[in-house]
Each structure stands twice: as structure tokens, then as C-alpha cells.
């Protein structure tokens, strides 16, 4: 887990604990859990997260530090390979996967990965594109995002999406606010998209935490709907895929076996 990482400006002692107060509510429901403190943090933030780390390990009894010289490049570092990234910064679940059995096989002695199994997870290929894009009348009233009835207007209607994807939105439409929301329709952020320079779509980043968007479209609905427009909305990745266990450690020294 990533904690704090996006906290610039954000007091020291504030940081450590609510990462402190993270691990202990995981810690109820995992007793048995160690815990891995991976360093160096990428981070937006100045902050001294090996000094905090350092302390923690101190307050968590069943936990060890561990400094991982290079970590991100090694693991996140293999050219031409977009499945282990969700977005331009993001870790996919594949790079997840990679981290993780990287931090394993650094932190166990020889005799414990020896014991430790992975498996191969079933091949799945997602489409990027997002089904059900459908425009309607109507706008979202910001900041809130709430949905107003308007004639005059139109908008996108809500659509499912995951957390800290790149989305491409290509509307045709005049106005750009994508509205992000919790899967109890609690408001995240809002944020316009950007459009790509010789392309007809924006891009916009999906926020931590957000599963719902809403995108408005057009205040111009009569000239809107003359236009007849092919809406599309997708992530910007070529797929979505389970990688064997193989394919996640190329370049890594993983010495666990598959089974």
C-alpha cells in the first residue's frame, strides 16, 4: 500500500500519523500481517519518509524496514511494456504484482522463499473502451456535480470508471468538466480535461478513491445535436491484462517458484 505519497505540504508529524493510524486499523483485521516498510517513497511531497518509516517500525512491533536501493526503476523500469502501468504514473495490478514479489524476495532469507508459492493468474483482456456512453439533456450543477434538468444543455450520462486510470473523452461538445465521485456518489474532485494536441479527445485523470464521473458536454444543445457526434469514452491503455508470473518478473531476480 501507498500511503501519504500525496501529501506535499503537508505537516510531518500529521503524515505519520494517519499512516500509523492506516496500518493499525489493518493490523485489526490482519493480526497476523508483517509489516514491510519499503524505502526510498516516490512522493509529490519534501517530506523525510525514511524518518518516518524508521519511527514506525519502532511502534509496530511485527514490522521491519527495509531500503530497497532503486526499487521503482527496477520494478516500474521495462520499456514498452504498458501493463504494468495504469496511467503515465500509476502502477497497474501487474506492477503491483511485480513490486510486491520484489519487496519479497528482498525481505526473506533464502530458506522462507523457498517455501513461497506464486500462481499464474487466468489471461484476461479487458476493452478500453467504456460501454453505455450516452448523452442526454441537462447539465451538472458544480461543485457538487448534481444533475439539473435543462433543455438547453447537454451532458454525459454517469459512467462507472476505476480509480487512477487515464481517461480519453472525446465528446465534440463545448464544455469540459469531468465531476468525480465515490461509489456513494460522494463528490472527489472536478477537474477539466486536456485536450491532445492533434487529436480530437481530452484527457483527464482519474482521482484515488473516485468509480463514478460526470462529464458535461455542451450549452449549446440545438447546434449540439446537429453535429450527430460518435461519443466515445475510454482508458488510455491498449489492455488490461493477468500476466504470468514469468512475464511480471522479467529482469528480476525472483527466486520463489511458480506453481
Not at 500519523?17 to 514491510?36: M, N
Not at 517455501?115 to 478500453?128: E, G, R, Y
Amino acid at each position: 500500500m501507498s500511503l501519504g505519497i500525496n501529501r506535499d505540504g503537508a505537516d510531518l508529524q500529521q503524515v505519520k500519523a494517519d499512516i500509523a493510524e492506516g496500518i493499525a486499523l489493518y493490523l485489526q483485521a490482519k493480526p497476523e500481517a508483517l509489516v514491510v516498510f519499503a524505502s526510498p517513497v516516490k512522493s509529490n511531497s519534501s517530506l523525510d519518509y525514511d524518518s518516518i518509516y524508521k519511527e514506525l517500525t519502532e511502534s509496530f512491533p511485527n514490522s521491519v524496514f527495509v531500503s530497497c536501493y532503486d526499487a521503482m526503476d527496477l520494478v516500474y523500469g521495462v520499456d514498452g511494456n504498458n501493463a504494468f502501468y495504469a496511467d503515465n504514473t500509476h502502477p497497474s495490478s501487474e506492477g503491483l504484482k511485480r513490486f510486491v514479489n520484489y519487496i519479497v524476495a528482498s525481505t526473506f532469507s533464502v530458506l522462507c522463499l523457498s517455501t513461497i508459492k506464486l500462481t499464474n493468474s487466468n489471461a484476461v483482456v479487458v476493452d478500453p473502451v467504456l460501454p453505455s456512453v450516452v448523452v442526454e439533456s441537462g447539465f451538472y450543477r458544480l461543485p457538487e456535480g448534481n444533475p439539473e434538468v435543462n433543455d438547453g444543455w447537454r451532458r454525459l450520462q454517469e459512467i462507472a470508471i476505476e480509480p487512477n486510470f487515464t481517461i480519453k473523452v472525446d465528446h465534440g461538445g463545448n464544455k469540459f468538466e469531468c465531476i468525480f465521485l465515490t461509489e456513494a456518489g460522494v463528490l472527489v474532485d472536478s477537474k477539466n480535461s486536456v485536450l491532445v494536441t492533434g487529436e480530437t479527445y481530452r484527457t483527464v485523470n482519474v482521482p484515488a478513491n473516485a468509480y463514478l464521473m460526470r462529464c458535461q458536454v455542451s450549452d449549446e444543445a440545438v447546434l449540439y445535436d446537429t453535429l450527430n457526434y460518435s461519443v466515445s469514452v475510454e482508458y488510455d491503455i491498449a489492455l488490461v491484462v493477468n500476466l504470468t508470473q514469468a512475464e511480471i518478473n522479467v529482469g528480476l531476480d525472483i527466486p520463489m517458484t511458480v506453481e
